[in-house]
């Protein structure tokens, strides 16, 4: 009897564990609200708006995964690293960015951000074995990719001045 009951208890407090990481909340955005803060134009060269984005991929601890000068497309993600407090829970975030060229000296591009949350127990929890323990969502904080562009325009105008 002791036995269930210690087992009991273990089984409450490990889920109480389990379930204390939040999921990423995304508030129902229309495609186009979206599409409203992700993109951006920005002044400056394809080539220096390709080359100061990668730079700031990785100042920033991304991984560029794949990148295609070519067609405009980066694919970069963060290692995952263990949430503070969150009992081994980890984050990933993943980029991709989308460039077009307008003009010679004016670029378009899209910037996605998704972040994948897994829990310390791999693909399923063993607490709830038919729950699927990755959650993903993407990141509505206008003011994270404002300060992402912003970060891309300073480093192309930096590029831009050592030239001269």
């Known amino acids: 009897m002791k036995r269930l009951i210690y087992l009991f208890t273990l089984v409450i407090l490990l889920s109480g564990c389990a379930s204390s990481a ?20 920005l002044e400056g060269t394809f080539d220096s708006a390709f080359k100061a984005t990668i730079a700031i991929l990785q100042d920033k601890g991304y991984m560029i995964k794949t990148s295609d000068y070519e067609s405009g497309l980066v694919y970069a993600e963060t290692e995952p690293h263990i949430l503070p407090g969150q009992f081994g ?15 010679e000296n004016r670029i378009k591009m899209r910037l ?27 990141i ?14 300073t480093e192309m105008f930096r590029r831009k001045n050592l030239k001269n």
């Open 22 to 41: 939040s999921k990423p909340t995304s508030p129902r955005l229309t495609p186009l609200q979206r599409r409203e803060f992700e993109s951006k134009e």
């Open 89 to 103: 829970y980890t984050e990933v975030y993943i980029t991709t960015i989308n460039f077009e060229k307008f003009t």
């Open 112 to 138: 996605s951000i998704i972040r994948q949350l897994f829990t310390p127990y791999g693909k399923k929890d063993l607490m709830t074995p038919f729950r699927p323990t990755l959650l993903t969502g993407n």
């Open 140 to 153: 509505d904080e206008p003011r994270m990719y404002q300060d992402f562009y912003n970060e891309i325009q």
